[in-house]
C-alpha cells in the first residue's frame, strides 16, 4: 500500500470512523489526488460529501465547495467541525464582521475546507481574493443547478465557469443526485470541465422499502403505519398547506408528536418547527412538496405521500430525504384517480407553453403507472431514468408480497358493456356510480339508471372498481380522452372480451395488510437494545439542543445501531464500532460508554453477564490492567479478582487465563479433578496434587476444564 492510500485509509476511520470506502468513493478521492476533473453522480445517501472532504484533508491547500443550499451547508460543516476539521462557510445569512473573520483565517492558511453560496462566489471581488489564497480543489456540488435540462436550474452556477477559467491548475470535481444524460454532459460543457472522468452510480435506493396503495380510508391506514413506527422520524406529504395542517391537527389530538411545516408560514414559526424537528423533539411534520430544500435530515425513517406527487422525479427525490444515513427506511404512497384529475387540471390551468405541457402530463402518466403497477416499482424508476434492469428488486412491496392475478374476466365485461351502454359519454366516477347502481342526480338525469348494467357490480366497492378500471387501461381494454373530459371510451381489444370470450386476469384485490411488517412480540434482547437506543437518542437530543445543530451531525443513527448491536464496554471497543471516529471518541467516548454501562447495569444484563462487580472487573481486564492492578484500583484481593476472571472465561468473555497459569499446570489440575471424582471444590481437588498448586490457579485451571468438558459433552 502505498503512503498516500494508507493515508487515505487512516483518515477514514479516524475522522469519519468508516473502516471501508462505499462504491465509487475511492477511485474519484484517487482521481482528484492525481489532479483530475471529476464529474460524479450519485443518488442521495450515496455518499457524495466524503468524495471532496477527505481529498482536501490530504491536499496541502484549500478546498472550496460551492452549495446552493445554506441549510445542507450548516451540516456538513457543523458535523466536520465536531470531528475536528477547520471548516468555514460563507453566505448570504452571515453578518459583516463574521465574514470577515473568516478571511482572515483563509489569509493564514487556518481552514481546509470554505463552503461558500453560488451568489458569494460570483459577488465581485471574491475571484481575486480566492486568487491570493492557496487552493487545491474546487467542488461544485448539486452540479445540476448549472442545467437548463436539470430541475433546479440556477443562474449563478453558469458563471462558476469563469472560476474553472482562472484556476487552470487546480482540479474540480461536480456533483450532484440527478442527472440524466444529457444533463450530464451539459454540467460537463457549462463548467468547462477539462476532460472530467464520470463515475455513475446506481439510483437504486436498496434501503428504502416502497409501497403504493389506493386511497381508501387513507387517516386509519396512516396511523397504522405510525403504530409500527414508533418514535421513528418520518415526513408526511401533502398536496396543500391547508392538508398539512388538517392532517397534523387529527394526529397530534390522535397523540402523536407531529407539525405541520409549509411556506405559508410566519419564518419564525417555520425556523421552529424545522428546529424541533431536526433535533427530534418532533417525531414528523406534515409537509407540502413545495416547502423548500429547508429540511435535509439524514435519519428520516420513512416518508408517507398523503397524495400522489406530479411526477416520479418529486417522488424519488422526496422518498430518497428517508433513510440518508443507510439504514432501512419506508415510503408508502397513496394514490387515487381524484389525484390524478387533480395534477392534470392544474396542468391545464397552467399558463405554460403546450410543448412544455405536454411532457408535464407525459410525467403525470408514468406516475399514475407506477403507482398502481403491479410489477417491480423500483425497476419502473429505474428504467424511468434510463437505468434498465429487470431483476426484482425485492424492496418494493410488489417484490416482497406479489400481487396475485385472478380471472376476472365477468368484472371486465361488466365494466366495458357498461361504457357501451353509455355510449361512451360518461367518466369514470358517473360509470362507477352506474355500475353500483347509484341513484344520484347525474345518473338519474343521464337516464343510466335504465340501462341493463346499472347496478351490476354493486357488490365491488368504490374503490375497487377504480383499481379495476385502472387495470383494464392499462392492460388496453379502456382509453381515456382526456380531450373530452375523461370519458372513458373502448378499445380495439374491447370487442374480443365482450364477444369473443377473451379472458382478462387481474390483480386480486382481496390483499389489505400493509407490508410494513406486522408487530410480533419482541425478544429480550430486541427490547433491551430498543431501549439503549432510546437513552442514546435523548442523549443526543439533549447535546443537539444544547450545542444547537441537528442532532444526526452528532452520531447518526446508523452510528448508534451498530454501538446497539455490539455493546462495547471500554474506550478500545468504542472505537473499532464502524462510524466512530478518533475526535468524537475523545469528545463523547466517556458519554457514550457511561449510558451504555448505565443502562445494562440497571438491567443486570452485559452480553453474557450478570453482576456489576464481574462487569467492572472485565471492564478494567479488557483497559489492560493486570489482576494485581485491578485489585488494587477496585479495592480487592488479588485472588477475588482471579476468581472474577474465572468466572468471566466461563460466560464466554475474552479472559486470556493462558497468561496466568501454564499447560502443565491445566493438565495436573485435570488429573486431580478426575481423581477427586470431578469434585468442583478447590481444597478436594488440592488434596490430589503431587505437586502443590496456588488455590486462585487451580480455579482458573478449572474454569478451562469446564469449559472444555462442556464443549465436548
Ligand atoms: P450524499 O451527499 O450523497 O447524499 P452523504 O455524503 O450525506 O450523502 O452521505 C450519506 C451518509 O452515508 C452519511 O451518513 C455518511 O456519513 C454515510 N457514509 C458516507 N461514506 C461512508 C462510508 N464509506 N462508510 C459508511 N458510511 C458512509
Ligand atoms: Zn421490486
Known amino acids: 500500500m502505498t503512503q498516500s492510500k494508507q493515508h487515505k485509509h487512516t483518515l477514514l476511520k479516524e475522522i469519519w470512523g468508516f473502516s471501508t470506502f462505499r ?35 490530504m491536499l496541502p491547500g484549500l478546498t472550496v465547495v460551492v452549495s446552493p443550499l445554506i441549510a445542507l451547508m450548516n451540516d456538513q460543516v457543523d458535523a466536520l467541525k465536531l470531528s475536528g476539521v477547520s471548516v468555514a462557510a460563507m453566505h448570504s445569512n452571515l453578518k459583516a464582521n463574521e465574514l470577515s473573520d473568516i478571511e482572515k483565517q483563509l489569509i493564514q492558511g487556518q481552514i481546509k475546507l470554505l463552503y461558500v453560496s453560488p451568489e458569494r462566489i460570483n459577488a465581485s471581488g471574491f475571484a481575486t481574493f480566492l486568487s491570493a489564497l492557496n487552493i487545491s480543489l474546487f467542488a461544485i456540488d448539486e452540479a445540476h443547478c448549472v442545467s437548463v435540462w436539470g430541475n433546479d436550474f440556477r443562474p449563478d452556477y453558469v458563471l462558476l465557469n469563469k472560476l474553472r477559467d482562472s484556476f487552470k491548475n487546480v482540479p474540480f470535481i461536480a456533483l450532484t443526485a440527478t442527472a440524466d444524460d444529457s444533463t450530464q454532459q451539459d454540467i460537463c460543457q457549462q463548467l468547462h470541465l477539462i476532460e472530467p472522468k464520470t463515475f455513475v452510480s446506481s439510483f437504486e435506493r436498496k434501503n428504502i422499502t416502497t409501497e403504493a396503495r389506493p386511497a381508501d380510508q387513507k387517516f386509519k391506514n396512516v396511523v397504522e403505519f405510525l403504530q409500527k413506527v414508533p418514535k421513528q422520524s418520518g415526513i408526511i406529504y401533502c398536496l396543500s398547506r391547508k392538508e398539512t395542517e388538517k392532517i397534523s391537527t387529527k394526529l397530534k389530538q390522535n397523540g402523536y408528536n407531529c407539525d405541520f411545516y409549509h411556506a405559508g408560514m410566519a419564518a419564525d414559526d417555520r425556523k421552529r418547527v424545522q428546529r424541533q424537528f431536526q433535533d427530534d423533539s418532533l417525531q414528523f411534520i406534515c409537509a407540502t412538496i413545495a416547502f423548500g430544500m429547508g429540511i435535509d435530515k439524514s435519519n428520516i425513517r420513512w416518508v408517507i405521500h398523503f397524495s400522489m406527487p406530479k411526477n416520479l422525479e418529486g417522488y424519488y427525490q422526496e422518498i430518497g430525504r428517508s433513510g440518508r444515513d443507510g439504514t432501512p427506511a419506508r415510503a408508502l404512497l397513496f394514490y387515487s384517480w381524484g389525484d390524478y384529475i387533480m395534477l392534470k387540471k392544474f396542468i391545464d ?32 424508476v429505474l428504467n424511468y431514468f434510463g437505468e434498465y434492469r429487470s431483476e426484482p428488486c425485492m424492496h418494493c412491496d410488489n417484490c416482497l408480497a406479489p400481487p396475485k392475478s385472478v380471472d376476472a374476466t365477468l368484472i371486465a365485461q361488466k365494466a366495458l358493456s357498461a361504457i357501451v351502454r353509455t355510449n361512451e359519454n360518461v367518466p369514470m366516477n358517473l360509470l362507477i356510480d352506474i355500475l353500483r347502481g347509484s341513484f344520484r342526480a347525474e345518473v338519474r338525469e343521464g337516464g343510466y339508471d335504465q340501462i341493463k348494467t346499472f347496478g351490476a357490480g354493486k357488490d365491488i366497492s368504490y374503490i375497487n372498481w377504480k383499481i379495476y378500471i385502472t387495470q383494464l387501461i392499462n392492460q388496453g381494454y379502456i382509453r381515456i380522452d382526456y380531450t373530452d373530459h375523461f370519458k372513458l371510451k373502448t378499445t380495439p381489444l374491447t370487442r374480443a372480451v365482450l364477444f369473443e370470450e377473451k379472458k382478462v386476469r387481474m390483480v386480486d384485490l382481496t390483499f389489505s395488510e400493509l407490508i410494513v411488517e406486522k408487530e410480533k412480540p419482541k425478544p429480550k434482547k430486541r427490547i433491551i437494545e430498543d431501549e ?182
Open 23 to 57: 462504491p465509487h468513493q475511492s477511485e474519484i478521492i484517487d482521481t482528484i489526488l492525481s489532479g483530475k476533473d471529476c464529474l460524479v453522480i450519485m443518488p442521495t445517501g450515496g455518499g457524495k460529501s466524503l468524495c471532496f472532504q477527505l481529498p482536501a484533508l
Open 349 to 380: 390551468d397552467s399558463p405554460a407553453i403546450e410543448t412544455f405541457k405536454i411532457v408535464q402530463y407525459a410525467k403525470l402518466d408514468r406516475m399514475w403507472e407506477y403507482a398502481s403497477a403491479n410489477e417491480c416499482r423500483t425497476n419502473l
Open 532 to 713: 439503549l437506543m432510546q437513552k442514546l437518542k435523548e442523549w443526543r437530543s439533549d447535546l443537539a439542543r444544547q450545542k444547537q445543530v441537528p442532532a444526526y451531525v452528532i452520531f447518526s443513527d446508523k452510528v448508534f445501531e451498530n454501538i446497539v448491536s455490539e455493546k462495547p464496554s471500554t474506550t478500545a471497543d468504542l472505537l473499532r464500532v464502524e462510524g466512530i471516529g478518533k475526535v468524537k471518541m475523545e469528545q463523547y467516548g466517556k458519554d457514550i460508554l457511561a449510558i451504555i454501562q448505565g443502562y445494562l447495569t440497571s438491567q443486570d444484563i452485559s452480553k453474557n453477564v450478570k453482576g456489576q462487580t464481574y462487569l467492572e472487573t472485565l471492564q478494567w481486564y479488557r483497559e489492560g490492567l493486570s489482576p494485581g492492578e485491578i485489585a488494587v484500583k477496585r479495592d480487592l484481593s488479588e485472588i477475588t479478582v482471579y476468581s472474577h476472571l474465572a468466572y468471566l472465561y466461563t460466560k464466554d468473555e475474552p479472559v486470556d487465563i493462558l497468561k496466568f497459569v501454564t499447560v502443565d499446570e491445566v493438565n495436573t489440575v485435570e488429573v486431580a479433578w478426575h481423581k477427586a471424582g470431578q469434585e468442583m471444590a478447590i481444597a478436594a481437588i488440592a488434596e490430589h496434587l503431587k505437586e502443590p498448586i496456588e488455590f486462585h490457579k487451580i480455579r482458573l485451571c478449572l474454569a478451562i476444564i469446564i469449559k472444555k468438558n462442556k464443549k465436548s459433552s
